[in-house]
């Protein structure tokens, strides 16, 4: 019985880790780079980026900015 709720805490606990990232970003759709949206890059891209989420951002293959790490 003991056991069982010991299991029942670590599945909970480690829920959140196994979500997907569904944190707000910027990605470019022409370079396929995607930002933090406080990135001064976010910022300056308005023509080519859409907000998205980071899963969906990489799912479509794009990659983190260098400066503010997506
Ligand atoms: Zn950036």
């Known amino acids: 019985m ?3 709720l ?3 805490i670590f ?5 959140p880790v196994l979500a997907s990232d569904s944190s707000i970003v910027v990605m470019n759709t022409k370079t ?3 930002h933090d949206p406080s990135c001064q890059w976010a910022k300056r891209c ?3 980026c859409i907000k998205t989420t ?3 951002a990489i799912s479509r ?5 260098k ?3 997506g």
């Open 2 to 4: 003991k056991r069982t």
């Open 6 to 8: 010991c299991l029942l």
């Open 11 to 15: 599945l909970l606990l480690s829920a």
């Open 32 to 34: 396929h780079i995607y």
């Open 46 to 48: 308005t023509k080519n």
């Open 54 to 56: 980071r899963d969906k």
């Open 61 to 65: 293959g794009a990659r983190p900015c």
């Open 67 to 69: 400066i503010c790490g």
